[in-house]
């Protein structure tokens, strides 16, 4: 697996397939690139695909001290750079959507295009930063373990997808699991910290597709509907079914919203 070295951190990725736009893919917290795999398998066959570990999260190592959603997208540049493009569209689900946010406002001529997955322009409300900052130490101290774990998976996958008690759920459950306390407390940090987006984004111009999962109650459709009102020109997809983590979850339908998307 590829990788660069950009702050002193190991960012690891993986590239697939060929063809124009390349499509770079961002993954939301407590997970990693993998929640795109079932995406990519249908889109790598027309674009070149590039799914990026954050830090501390799938190949890429625990980071030696905290990082923001700014770091994050300085992140993704940084590999777009070392794979030699200029310019890509940019796939974002919930963290991963405030990292291409990031990216997109301070970077635009990097961004043909965006497509941001479950969500939001605003910062924590006063009950859920309470509750995150209340865990934060636990998160730093056990890792996502217990009951934790439990709020965890049932806020990331949709109501459906976890009836279903599917293998890859159970494997997803593991992988929460295993994180290391440090990368799971810097994870939830990054995400408390993110800033607010409400008055930034009229400022976008490329094409973008906004997209929720009908059963998110991370980040709702209600605050996906927001970001597409606020982004000029931008289109909202609703995905059936599908909870935070959808591209997991509902691979065919994301795909298919994104291949749309992606056409010229």
């Known amino acids: 697996m590829p990788s660069i070295d950009r702050d002193g951190a190991r960012i690891c990725y993986e590239t697939k397939g060929a063809g124009s736009p390349a499509v770079i ?8 690139r993998r929640v795109f795999d079932g995406v990519i398998d249908k889109l790598s066959a027309s674009h070149r695909t590039i799914a990026v570990d954050f830090r501390g999260h799938g190949r890429t190592p625990v980071p030696e001290r905290a990082y923001g959603a700014a770091d994050l997208a300085d992140d993704l540049a940084a590999v777009l750079d070392a794979e030699g493009i200029s310019r890509a569209a940019v796939v974002g689900l919930s963290m991963g959507a405030t990292v291409a946010l990031e990216l997109a406002l301070a970077k635009p001529e990097r961004v043909s295009s965006l497509a941001l997955l479950g969500a939001t322009a605003r910062e924590d409300d006063l009950a859920t930063s309470a509750r995150n900052a209340f865990l934060s130490p636990l998160v730093r101290c056990f890792g996502v373990r217990g009951p934790i774990l439990h709020k965890a998976v049932t806020t990331l996958f949709g109501d459906s997808y976890r009836a279903e008690a599917s293998p890859e759920y159970a494997r997803w459950t593991q992988r929460i699991a295993g994180l290391s306390p440090w990368a799971a407390y ?4 990054a995400w408390r910290k993110r800033r607010r987006f409400v008055e930034e984004l009229s400022r976008l111009s490329m094409p973008t597709v906004v997209v929720s999962g009908e059963e998110d109650v991370a980040c709702t459709p209600k605050e996906g509907e927001e970001v597409h009102r606020l982004i000029r020109g931008s289109r909202f997809v609703l995905i059936q079914r599908a909870g935070h983590t959808m591209s997991a979850e509902r691979p065919a339908e994301v795909a298919q919203a994104l291949s749309g998307f992606l056409s010229p």
């Open 186 to 189: 810097c994870s939830l940090r």
């Open 25 to 32: 893919f961002a993954h939301n917290i407590l997970c990693d």
